[in-house]
């Protein structure tokens, strides 16, 4: 099983970014997926959450700012980010079903 991620970089607050997760190894298309984010010194937060059906779950923390998505076709997943603030500096992971395996994770920053 592989997960990659890809996309993470340096924003200013107010900005958008779009991470990307490439999945292998496993029938993409009958997990539920998720990602998850860790901040220095904090603990993991789930972000958002995408069933095998395309339903989805978001934390208050991001509603209306972040969108989760799946191309079952491609085997991958994306999270759009948009009005990035200074708290959603973190480490992103991709996450397959219930914390089952872990990507390498993407770092996204947003400093003024």
């Known amino acids: 099983v592989q997960l990659v991620e890809s996309g993470g970089g340096s924003m200013q607050p107010g900005e958008s970014l779009r991470l990307s997760c490439i999945a292998s190894?496993?029938?993409?298309?009958?997990?539920?997926m998720s990602w998850v984010r860790q901040a220095p010194g904090k603990e993991r937060e789930l972000v958002a959450a995408?069933?095998?059906?395309?339903?989805?779950v978001y934390p208050d923390s991001v509603k209306g700012r972040f969108t989760i998505s799946r191309d079952n076709a491609r085997s991958t997943l994306f999270l759009q980010l948009n009005s990035l603030k200074t708290e959603d500096t973190a480490v992103y992971y991709c996450v397959r079903g219930a914390m089952i395996n872990w990507g390498q994770g993407t770092q996204v920053t947003v400093s003024s």
């Open positions: 995408i069933t095998k059906a395309g339903d989805t």
């Open positions: 190894g496993f029938p993409f298309s009958a997990y539920y």
